[in-house]
């Protein structure tokens, strides 16, 4: 089994920073690429930011230049950094992973639990 665990989540005012954790634990022989997506009331999950293994990162357009994603490999730990925290960042945030585990079996749809992160004065 396979499991994702984030934290970090919370509630910030306008312009703060936060930062959220995903630890990948279990089965795992190698993890191609993490991401962290987000959802908000009504709205449909968007991709946040994406790195792969060799560390190619990319980014939504509406966190460029305030988003930073980094991981560890060694922990098999992702780290999204996020600054100048505007209320519409406002969402539920989560972790997915591209893995294949010790069976050799390679998927994309491994997925945290969510943290929320709320924006507001």
């Known amino acids: 089994q396979v499991q994702l665990v984030e934290s970090g989540g919370g509630l910030v005012q306008p312009g703060g920073s936060l930062r959220l954790s995903c630890a990948a634990s279990?089965?795992?022989?190698?993890?191609?690429?993490m991401g962290w997506y987000r959802q908000a009331p009504g709205k449909q999950r968007e991709l946040v930011a994406h790195?792969?293994?060799?560390?190619?990162?990319n980014y939504a357009d509406s966190v460029k230049g305030r988003f930073t994603i980094s991981r560890d490999n060694a922990k098999n730990t992702v780290y999204l950094q996020m600054n100048s925290l505007k209320p519409e960042d406002t969402a539920v945030y989560y972790c997915?992973?591209?893995?294949?585990?010790?069976?050799?079996?390679?998927?994309?749809?491994?997925w945290g639990q969510g943290t929320q992160v709320t924006v507001s004065s």
């Open positions: 997915n992973a591209d893995l294949t585990t010790n069976w050799g079996t390679r998927g994309l749809d491994y």
């Open positions: 279990g089965s795992i022989f190698s993890i191609n690429a």
């Open positions: 790195i792969i293994s060799g560390g190619s990162t």
